[in-house]
């Protein structure tokens, strides 16, 4: 089933979207014109379309996530790293990008997304952070993702 550009723009303008639906209403077919959202420049739309994309889950979804990792607006960087989350190991490259984002907010969206085993050079990245963030919240919260997927990875070894 094709899912337009309009159907998929009614969703968007809504104030409060209900991701969850619009992803599984919507599926893999949306993946098109959410990237035309994210391309239109629009923050509003770019941001919701980005996190979208992530929600629905799709492996595809993954270099919409990275066009969205590389605007300029904070907004839509952040929802790139909260739609990320969804897709697990196939949108670790945006995390790895987001985690230094100039934007405090932004890194900190993103080390919430981290998965649960993340690839060495992520797992790198938060071994940093947690000691020279210079954001005090940030930095407690890359703390507390290490010792997280630490835990995650420690456990799943020995199971």
Same mark, same amino acid.
């Given at each position: ?7 998929? %723009?009614?969703?968007?303008?809504? =104030?409060?979207?209900? /991701?969850?639906?619009?992803?599984? #209403? ?13 391309? +239109? +420049?629009?923050?509003?739309? *770019?941001?919701?379309? !980005? /996190? ?15 066009? *969205?990792?590389? #605007? ?20 670790? !490259? ?6 230094? =984002? ?45 010792? %997280? ?6 456990? +799943? #070894? #020995?199971?």
């Amino acid at each position: 089933m094709a899912v337009t550009s309009d159907e998929v %723009r009614a969703v968007l303008d809504r =104030d409060e979207p209900d /991701y969850e639906q619009a992803a599984a #209403s919507l599926g893999p077919d949306a993946l098109p014109a959410l990237q035309r959202f994210v391309e +239109g +420049g629009d923050p509003n739309l *770019a941001s919701k379309a !980005a /996190y979208l994309a992530g929600r629905i889950g799709d492996a595809r979804a993954a270099p919409i996530l990275e066009l *969205a990792a590389g #605007s300029p607006d904070p907004a839509v960087r952040a929802a790139a790293a909260a739609g990320a989350q969804h897709l697990g190991t196939e949108a670790e !490259a945006v995390l790895v990008t987001l985690v230094d =984002d100039d934007d405090p907010a932004v890194r900190k969206t993103a080390l919430k997304a981290v998965p649960a085993r993340p690839s060495e050079n992520l797992m790198a990245k938060l071994r940093v952070l947690r000691e020279v963030e210079p954001e005090p919240m940030v930095r407690e919260i890359a703390a507390t993702t290490f010792e %997280r997927v630490s835990r995650e990875q420690t456990s +799943g #070894s #020995s199971g």
